[in-house]
C-alpha cells in the first residue's frame, strides 16, 4: 500500500519569505500524481499544485513550485514571498496512475504552515 | 469557475440514525469520491464511483455506507446507522474525464465539506 509522510507537523515563517514544506511517500508504481492541497481554516481542500511522475520538469504555480525526486520519492513544496493568506493546513497526496480516475488519493498528515506578520 | 457543492454544510444527528449527505459534482465529470476527515486526522479515502457504480473502496466503507447518484446532478452518501466515530468533516469530489496524452488530466476538485457530529 502507498503511504505519504509528512515529517513536519507545523512550520513557521515570517511575511515575505520563503518555506519548505516537505513529503515523502512510498510506492512500487513508476506511474503516478502527486498533489499538494491547501486547507484553509473554513476546511475545504483547495488544490495547489500537481505533478505528474513521468515528467522530469517540476511545476510550477506562480509563487508556489515543487521540488520533485522521483529516485528519492520526495516532493516538497516550495512557497516563495509567503502571504499571511497562505496559512493553512497543507497536505501532500498520492494518487497512482491506473488507467481510469477511479483511485482516491492517498493524504499525508499534514503541516500546519504559520505565517508571522 | 464550476465548483463542488455539497449539502447541508452542518449535520447533527442521533447515534443509530440515518443520514444522507449530499454532493453536486461539476457538470461534465464522470468520476466521484467521497472522503471523510476525522477532526485533527489526515483525510481518508472512502469511495469512488463511475458510471453508476463503485469504482474502488477503502476498507473504512463497510455495510453501513452506500453511495448514489440519483439523477443526473446529485451524488450522495448514506450512513446507515450513524456512530459515534462517524462523527467527522465528509468531503465530495469529483474530477474529469481522462483527456489528452497518455494520462491527461487527473485533478480531484473537493468541495467544500459537510461537518457531521454524531450525539
Known amino acids: 500500500a502507498q503511504t505519504v509522510t509528512q515529517s513536519q507537523p507545523e512550520m513557521s515563517v515570517q511575511e515575505a519569505e520563503t518555506v519548505t514544506l516537505s513529503c515523502t511517500y512510498d510506492?512500487?508504481?513508476?506511474?503516478?500524481?502527486l498533489f499538494w492541497y491547501k486547507q484553509p481554516p473554513s476546511r475545504q481542500m483547495i488544490l495547489v499544485i500537481r505533478?505528474?511522475?513521468?515528467?522530469?520538469q517540476n511545476a510550477t504555480e506562480n509563487r508556489f513550485s515543487v521540488n520533485f525526486q522521483k529516485a528519492a520519492k520526495s516532493f516538497s513544496l516550495k512557497i516563495s514571498d509567503s502571504q499571511l493568506g497562505d496559512a493553512a493546513m497543507y497536505f501532500c497526496?498520492?494518487?497512482?496512475?491506473?488507467?481510469?480516475?477511479?483511485?482516491?488519493?492517498?493524504f499525508g498528515k499534514g503541516t500546519h504552515l504559520i505565517i508571522q506578520p | 469557475e464550476p465548483e463542488v457543492t455539497q449539502t447541508p454544510s452542518h449535520q447533527v444527528t442521533q447515534m443509530g440514525q440515518e443520514v444522507i449527505l449530499r454532493c453536486v459534482p461539476i457538470?461534465?465529470?464522470?468520476?466521484f469520491y467521497w472522503y471523510r476527515q476525522i477532526l485533527g486526522q489526515k483525510v481518508e479515502f472512502l469511495v469512488s464511483?463511475?458510471?453508476?457504480?463503485?469504482?474502488?473502496k477503502s476498507e473504512i466503507f463497510d455495510d453501513q455506507f452506500s453511495v448514489e447518484r440519483p439523477d443526473g446532478s446529485n451524488f450522495t452518501l448514506k450512513i446507515r446507522s450513524t456512530k459515534l466515530e462517524d462523527s467527522a468533516m465528509y468531503f465530495c469530489?469529483?474530477?474529469?474525464?481522462?483527456?489528452?496524452?497518455?494520462?491527461?488530466?487527473?485533478?480531484?476538485?473537493f468541495g467544500p465539506g459537510t461537518r457531521l457530529t454524531v450525539l
Open positions: 469530489a469529483s474530477s474529469p474525464r481522462l483527456a489528452g496524452g497518455p494520462y491527461g488530466t487527473d485533478t480531484q476538485y
Open positions: 505533478q505528474e511522475a513521468y515528467k522530469q
Open positions: 464511483f463511475y458510471n453508476n457504480e463503485i469504482s474502488e
Open positions: 457538470s461534465n465529470h464522470l468520476y
Open positions: 510506492t512500487s508504481e513508476s506511474d503516478y500524481y
Open positions: 497526496a498520492y494518487r497512482r496512475y491506473s488507467g481510469g480516475g477511479a483511485d482516491g488519493l492517498t
